[in-house]
């Protein structure tokens, strides 16, 4: 699988994101983080070439 760089600082963010709701140990939004960065992860390269229309 090829993962564009933007989709990789993406998911950096992602991943403060979710430690953040780690740290508050709120379950719904951990959840809803991982979804999202699966989804970043297996749709990345779709997203981005929406993006740069």
């Known amino acids: 699988m090829l993962v564009h760089v933007g989709n990789l600082l993406m998911l950096a963010i992602r991943f403060a994101w979710l430690s953040e709701?780690?740290?508050?140990n709120d379950r719904p939004m951990i959840q809803l983080e991982?979804?999202?960065?699966s989804l970043l992860l297996d749709r990345g390269p779709e997203l981005y070439s929406l993006c740069l229309l």
Not at 21 to 24: G, I
Not at 34 to 37: G, I, V
């Open 21 to 24: 709701w780690m740290r508050k």
């Open 34 to 37: 991982a979804d999202y960065m």
